[in-house]
């Protein structure tokens, strides 16, 4: 069982950009200290390149499924004909079918230590509302989740389950905020997007007493959670790999499985040769075409300007089946990484991707979720060029609850 979380910033080739607030209105920062477990504030901007988990959390993480398995994917390898050796780290073995309740089970307990009675966050595609509803059930608090609306209407099952485990879940935007209101005012028809929900859960968590708001991405805090994925990863592998793949929403999984290699290849402590590849949506192609600037993580402008790869926070992403990837900007950390060259990045459509995941489940006997199956999308073709070698991936989540995207992909 991993003991402490690996903090990448104290290994970075050069400081990390920090925060920053408008040039006008009122401090953003200081409003993060509102809407923050306290712990979660002092993580974000730790120099220490571990940080101790919680024995609680750590009890949490056994409880859950934590170590997750390490399988070679040797029948996608005789699928398309490689001489590599293809390797994932399968977290959807959890409960939630995702990664992301690694970072739910610790923001979750760090808010009810700070006396929270709910916890509000916004999702895309449902992963992480699930988790988040997993999480609170487990440590005993309520939570709120905003939902993209066109997730909301195609991932029924998802809600269900969110709701199943005691969950208060609203399509965003929703009449239930000032800026959810200011948007289906302009637009009746919005989908949604990840910065709405973002904005109306921050406001919504400002406006009740007892109430702290957790993300489930972009910010340095859940990558450094989500880092427990990469620390096992490097105790299980039998060998280097050649390359570590991994699709970007905001940053979370393939960093998280990513972050303690590249530490380790900085620090010149091995992985000299190992490449890094994070793949994205083209629906949301923030790395490869978007700007490397200060831009804020949500639409309304609610919280502070972060230094990250963006296409404006208020580009509205078209709906796609990987709706966890509709998000505008990625993760400061990871922007760095990217803009330094330590990065590889490309995107996808969906076609491909989805011609992917097909070929992943009959090959390997595991429906990947529509997210995870971009990366699966970039291991195949990389596969392919590669004379042998090992390629590592992550698989951040089962597509057991996407029967909207394979049902649109048989029957279009």
Not at 231 to 256: K, R
Not at 376 to 400: C, P, Q, W, Y
């Amino acid at each position: 069982m991993i003991t402490s979380w690996y903090n990448i910033s104290a290994d970075l080739p050069r400081p990390l950009p920090p925060p920053m607030d408008p040039y006008e209105g009122d401090s953003r920062i200081a409003l993060l200290t509102r809407i923050l477990p306290s712990d979660l504030i002092d993580q974000e901007f730790t120099a220490e390149r571990y940080v101790p988990i919680p024995e609680k959390v750590q009890e949490l993480y056994e409880r859950i499924g934590r170590p997750t398995p390490l399988r070679r994917a040797r029948g996608l390898e005789r699928a398309i004909g490689t001489k590599a050796k293809i390797y994932y780290k399968f977290e959807g073995a959890l409960p939630g079918g995702s990664h992301k309740l690694n970072t739910a089970v610790a923001q979750v307990y760090y808010a009810s230590m700070d006396g929270a009675r709910e916890v509000v966050t916004e999702t895309g595609a449902g992963q992480w509302g699930l988790a988040v509803a997993i999480a609170s059930a487990l440590i005993g608090i309520n939570a709120k989740v905003f939902m993209t609306k066109n997730s909301y209407m195609n991932k029924k099952q998802r809600v269900l389950f969110m709701r199943v485990f005691g969950a208060d879940v609203s399509p965003s935007p929703s009449d239930l905020t000032e800026f959810g209101k200011k948007t289906l005012a302009k637009d009746p028809n919005h989908p949604g997007s990840l910065g709405v929900a973002i904005s109306e859960a921050i406001e919504y968590a400002v406006g009740g007493e007892g109430r702290k708001y957790i993300p489930g991405s972009v910010l340095e805090f859940v990558l450094l959670h989500q880092t427990v994925i990469g620390q096992e990863a490097m105790q299980q592998m039998p060998e280097e790999p050649d390359l570590v793949v991994g699709c970007v929403g905001g940053g979370s999984n393939f960093s998280g499985l990513s972050f303690p290699f590249i530490g380790a290849k900085l620090m010149g402590k091995g992985f000299e040769r190992t490449r890094f590849l994070a793949v994205e949506s083209n629906a949301a192609p923030k790395l490869t075409r978007g700007s490397y600037m200060y831009d804020y993580p949500d639409t309304a402008g609610t919280l502070p300007m972060i230094r990250m790869y963006t296409l404006g926070h208020d580009y509205v992403p078209p709906p796609i089946h990987a709706a966890g990837l509709r998000y505008h900007g990625a993760a400061p950390s990871l922007s760095l990484l990217v803009k330094d060259g330590y990065v590889e990045t490309r995107s996808y459509g969906q076609g491909e991707v989805m011609e992917a995941a097909r070929l992943f489940a009959k090959s390997e006997a595991i429906l990947p979720a529509p997210e995870s199956a971009h990366a699966i999308r970039a291991v195949i073709d990389e596969a392919k060029r590669m004379n042998g070698g090992t390629i590592l991936f992550n698989l951040s989540g089962h597509g057991l609850l996407d029967a909207d995207a394979y049902e649109r992909v048989l029957m279009p």
